[in-house]
């Protein structure tokens, strides 16, 4: 597992913490999180590429 400090801009973690705090986690880091997972997931980085 990696820690990593990101600072993310007022109105963006407004739009977090309204919108998805409850949804995709309860705790800030929770958050953040499962934003890059669902992010990279989204992109295609998780599928097997030895198909």
């Given amino acids: 597992m990696k820690r990593v400090l990101v600072s993310i801009p007022g109105g963006a973690w407004n ?7 409850g949804k995709i986690g309860d705790k800030d880091s929770e958050l953040v999180r499962n934003i890059v997972i669902a992010y990279l997931s989204e992109k295609g980085y998780f599928e097997d590429k030895r198909k």
Avoid: G, N, Y
């Fill in 15 to 21: 739009i977090i913490d309204k919108r998805l705090r």
